[in-house]
């Protein structure tokens, strides 16, 4: 129990309604973490990993029909709609609290109702966030453990604020026609039912970090992002921390455990991870905004990481991890597609391995792991002021027009630039895969409010005294017309740092254009860098007539927001289709 009141009655309340056999309340330890590994590993939930290659390493494999974020069955719930926007699907809370409710009674009997007291960010910062999550998933409270500062630390900050993050969890009958996430923004609280996967069920992650962080932030003057925190060290010995938003499964953990290459290294450069997926910022007493991450752990893509792709997620994962639908070699290796030539025993499902089955890992398969296991762990990461942001960057998958870099003129074409990124979706989330579509700031489906308002909320940060970021947008997705990438990406990528940091200080020049500043190519340090005349030629220019036509199509975007949208965007808008005009 705890000392809050508040929390004691809410508890009860939800145990009256669910019916659990027992309610364990969780405290951190090891202990704690030790018996629940046991006590899955007895029932089948985690299967244990070759103790040799991979100690204290476990394999779960979810249901077939939950594998991962269902967005056409996750809901916003506001008294306005219009707050909600048309960028989220919108239920009355009265209606969304009956729905669920109706699921959750009596659905935890026979099972331990778990309390899961947690903090998002460092324990002792001021921007850190808490929450208390009652789930009856006992993978979701080892997933909770590492992802998050969850425990007694949580519980007594809780318990000296007096507020917190309300989140109520079922697996259900992993029924995916009785499954729905719901979100209760004015009222700080999370109902999420009948999904057993990462984002549908470890509440302290896009629930709260996002949608309903979204909302806090808006409210007190901060922002909580869809971003990667990465800073680069340079051979002075100065480091220059850059927050960067991607969707997900588009290379935002590669780029956050970068490894330079080898001229760089040689040189001096050093690159420090300080999170791979949310970032929440607030303007210092100095102007500058500072960034948390309020993860403590990786929730990451295993498809493709291996020892050429990611060589530090994949060194973070050779022990204490919890792996999701991969598959297992024949000695009990955790395997993926993209790790090496070995052949797997074992797919996802745990069927014997055949290619005419599809892939052996689930495309969206995971590891969790703390992110203090990473070689390139930012000693930086628990600072509770966070780390001022120098450049913020946006990006998505774009086969065709996008240019590899280019810089916003200022804030407001930055945001401009942001509110109308598109990507090319992934398979992170159910649906087809592959489809362009809009997808601002990397928060099509985490932004917990109307898209006008988020926008506006962005814009707001522009005032006198503020500092803020420079803002750049990338693609390292560009292909040419034989359907190859046309840039290297991974540790090259950062050639691409290197030109934004400069342009930060103020130490090179750009091309000016349109659509923004681009760089020179003898600007760019392109050592053991081959590009043909084709990459050259489409990495590092503009096509006037493809832009006119994207600025049609952000034009028809921005249409659905109607008069909600900041005048400031629809200007910005115009203002480039007169300079491309000219």
Not at 11 to 39: F, H, K, M, N
Not at 71 to 81: G, K
Not at 367 to 395: L, M
């Amino acid at each position: 129990m705890s000392n809050l009141e508040a929390l004691n009655q809410w508890v009860v309340g939800i145990a009256s309604l669910t019916q659990p056999e027992r309610i364990q309340w969780c405290d951190g330890s090891d202990t704690e973490y030790t018996e629940l590994l046991s006590q899955m590993q007895a029932d089948g939930t985690l299967l244990p990993l070759n103790a040799k290659t991979h100690p204290d390493s476990w394999l779960h494999r979810s249901d077939p029909d939950d594998v991962a974020r269902v967005e056409h069955l996750t809901f916003v719930c506001t008294t306005d709609r219009d707050d909600a926007g048309p960028n989220n699907h919108w239920m009355a809370p009265a209606d969304a609290h009956a729905k669920m409710d109706a699921l959750f009674a009596e659905c935890m009997r026979g099972r331990t109702m778990y309390v899961i007291p947690y903090c998002m960010g460092p324990i002792d910062s001021p921007l850190a966030r808490c929450g208390v999550e009652l789930t009856d998933s006992p993978y979701v409270v080892a997933n909770m453990r590492i992802m998050t500062r969850m425990g007694a630390a949580a519980l007594a900050r809780i318990e000296r604020e007096g507020s917190f993050v309300r989140g109520l969890h079922s697996i259900g009958e992993l029924d995916p026609d009785r499954r729905f996430i719901m979100h209760f923004p004015e009222e700080l609280t999370i109902k999420s039912y009948g999904s057993g996967y990462g984002g549908n069920a470890l509440l302290g992650k896009k629930c709260h970090a996002l949608r309903i962080a979204s909302w806090q932030a808006r409210e007190e003057g901060w922002l909580a992002e869809h971003m990667l925190i990465v800073g680069i060290e340079n051979p002075k010995g100065e480091t220059h921390y850059i927050a960067a938003a991607f969707p997900s499964a588009c290379g935002k953990t590669n780029l956050a455990m970068l490894i330079p290459p080898e001229s760089y290294r040689e040189a001096g450069w050093k690159v420090w991870t300080v999170g791979d997926d949310i970032c929440w910022m607030r303007p210092g007493e100095d102007g500058r905004l500072y960034a948390i991450n309020p993860e403590a752990g990786f929730f990451g893509v295993a498809p493709g990481t291996s020892a050429q792709s990611n060589p530090n997620a994949l060194a973070s994962i050779q022990h204490d991890t919890i792996f999701t639908n991969v598959a297992v070699t024949a000695d009990g290796q955790p395997w993926w597609e993209g790790l090496d030539e070995r052949e797997p025993a074992k797919d996802w499902r745990g069927r014997a391995h055949d290619a005419t089955n599809g892939p052996a890992a689930h495309p969206n398969s995971r590891f969790t792991v703390s992110a203090r296991q990473c070689p390139s762990y930012s000693p930086r990461a628990e600072d509770p002021q966070g780390v001022p942001i120098s450049a913020i960057v946006f990006g998505g998958r774009r086969a065709s027009l996008v240019p590899l870099v280019f810089e916003a003129r200022d804030w407001t074409h930055g945001v401009l630039i942001g509110a109308a990124m598109g990507s090319e979706t992934t398979a992170a989330a159910t649906g087809a895969v592959g489809v362009m579509r809009r997808d601002p700031m990397a928060m099509k489906p985490f932004c917990g409010y109307n898209f006008a308002d988020y926008f506006a909320h962005w814009l707001s940060f522009d005032k006198p005294g503020a500092k803020l970021p420079k803002i750049f947008h990338v693609n390292w997705f560009r292909k040419g017309d034989d359907g190859k990438f046309l840039w290297p990406g991974f540790g090259d990528n950062l050639r691409v740092l290197e030109w934004m940091i400069a342009r930060v200080d103020g130490s090179i020049d750009a091309v000016q254009t349109p659509i923004g500043a681009l760089p020179h190519v003898a600007s760019m340090r392109l050592d053991d860098v081959v590009l043909s005349a084709e990459a050259h030629q489409k990495l590092f220019s503009f096509d006037a007539d493809g832009w006119r036509s994207e600025l049609d199509g952000i034009k028809r975007y921005f249409e659905e927001f109607d008069a909600r949208l900041p005048r400031a965007l629809v200007d910005e808008r115009r203002r480039i289709e007169r300079e491309l005009a000219a």
